[in-house]
Every structure is written in C-alpha cells, then in structure tokens.
C-alpha cells in the first residue's frame, strides 16, 4: 500500500490510501464480499426511475455527500492486521507517503499525520458503539413486508463504516508511532500547489521556496487551495482515478464550511453593531 496526502485547504488535509497491485487479495474478506453485494444491489436501485428505491437512492446518496471526507479518507487504509495478512513483511518496512514539499513541511510531516490518525478515533468508537446499541431494536421492522428494513441496514452500514475509520485511524496511527513512513514529494504535484498558493495566498510567487511557501501558508487565515477540477488532476498525477470522488468531496465540505464560517462571523458582527447603535441611541 501508499498512502497520499492532499492539503485540501491551508489547515485541513485528505489522507487517501491505494493498495499496490501485490496487496490485492486473491479472495476477498467477509467485510469486502458484503460490501460489493450491498454496492450491487445499490446499483440496481439506482436504475429504478420511480418508487421506494428511487427514493432511497437519492436519500442515501445525499446522506454520503455529508459524511466527512475525513471518516472516507481512513476507511481507505486497510486494518492493520489485514495488511499483514497480504503482505508478511508488513510493519517491518517504510510505506510510501506522497505529499507536495511545498505545501507541508517535511518535519511537520509525522506530526500532520499524527493528528489525521488520532483527531477522530474516539468519535468512531463512540459512534460503533452507538450503532450496536440501537441495531437490535431496528430489527423488528424487518418484519414489515414489502419494504427492507432500512434502519437496520443503515445502523449496520455506519457499523461498518465507523469501524474501518477507526482501524484505518489505528493503523496510521501504527506506521507514524514506528517511524514506517517513506516521504516522497512529487514535482508534478510541487508545481500544481506552486500555483493555487501562490494565488490564494499573498505576496507568494509561484517561484517561492519550498520552506517559504509553507511558512506562508501557516500565517495566513484558512483557505481553500485547490479547485473542484483539481481533483481530477490530482487523480492523473497520483494514477489513482477513484481519487477523483474522494478530493472533490473534500473540496466541496472544506469550501462550504469555511463559507459557513465566514458567513457566521459576519452575522456576529452585524450583531455587535447594531447592538452598540441601540446603546449609543439609548445613551444619547
């Protein structure tokens, strides 16, 4: 396996994993047959141009669009014990970490996917323990003929999300604690973060140093670096064409949030004037 890491905005980052094409198991586990059948049968609803199932397709992909791209981006490091099923020498030899030099420090690295790795594990353990909780008392509405029993299957699929999140959380977690990690910053990339920094961030020509251009990036506020068309080259750059879905979800969020953000603080501070006009009326 290798792992990506793609700064989505001056604070925020998406770590991705891909296997190799050794890593690929000749069988797959009971999870993954689970999961292509559940995706199988999606793919039939999709089709559906009417009823129940169209739907619930439109609700349940809804419903994705809003799980964070973070809770995506561990769900794609295998388990660690799976990992050191396909591959023996796993846990003993560096992966590779493919990041663009000029837009994370190289010391900062570790500690960058440090935080990636713990921020969320313990609201995945709480969330997994939630779905157990509640899963037996969905059961019963399986016995409602016709329709599935989608709560049921909904708490069991976050079940399994939540869970692959958490083990993907601890097997980054694994690598870094190891000092497993193998940083290689790829020039392609170097040169497409060259230009979307120096143009979100001030006085940053895209000729700037490496270091400096970082060190930019730090002082300024949060903003978004990349363009929702830049997903698709990051997808060229790293030969990965499932990435594509992944950064562009994370660009929309990050965008969205910070939009949110900014549109809040400007609500605060309309709020804050008028109230200081109502007290300087009230004084005169």
């Excluded at 995506?72 to 799976?82: D, E, Q």
């Excluded at 939630?130 to 976050?158: K, T």
């Excluded at 958490?166 to 990690?181: A, D, M, P, T, Y």
Aim: glycine content about 2%; some cysteine.
């Amino acid at each position: 396996m290798r792992l990506f890491l793609i700064p989505i905005s001056t604070r925020r980052a998406l770590i991705y994993s891909r296997p190799l094409i050794k890593d690929i198991p000749k069988e797959l586990s009971y999870f993954d047959r689970a999961t292509t059948k559940v995706a199988a049968q999606w793919a039939k609803w999709e089709e559906a141009e009417k009823g129940w199932q169209k739907h619930l397709v439109t609700w349940g992909n809804r419903v994705q669009q809003r799980i964070p791209f973070e809770e995506w981006g561990l769900r794609s490091i295998p388990p660690l014990k799976n990992q050191q099923r396909i591959d023996e020498a796993h846990g003993t030899k560096k992966i590779d970490v493919l990041y663009p030099g000029n837009a994370v420090h190289l010391d900062k690295l570790p500690s960058v996917l440090r935080t990636i790795a713990t921020e969320r594990q313990q609201f995945h353990q709480k969330m997994a323990r939630r779905c157990v909780i509640i899963a037996p008392f969905l059961a019963p509405f399986g016995l409602i003929p016709v329709i599935p029993n989608i709560p049921f299957f909904y708490a069991m699929y976050r079940l399994f999300c939540h869970y692959r999140a958490l083990k993907g959380s601890q097997h980054l977690e694994f690598l870094v604690g190891k000092n497993l990690i193998n940083p290689i910053s790829l020039p392609e990339l170097e040169q497409l973060y060259a230009k979307r920094v120096s143009y979100v961030i001030d006085d940053t020509p895209i000729d700037t140093p490496h270091a400096q251009m970082v060190d930019n990036m730090e002082q300024s506020d949060e903003r978004v670096l990349l363009k929702f068309s830049d997903a698709k080259k990051l997808a060229t750059i790293f030969e990965a064409p499932e990435l594509a879905l992944e950064a562009e979800r994370a660009i929309v969020q990050v965008s969205e949030q910070l939009k949110a953000r900014k549109e809040e603080a400007k609500a605060k501070e309309e709020a804050k004037e008028k109230e200081k006009e109502s007290n300087e009326k009230q004084n005169q």
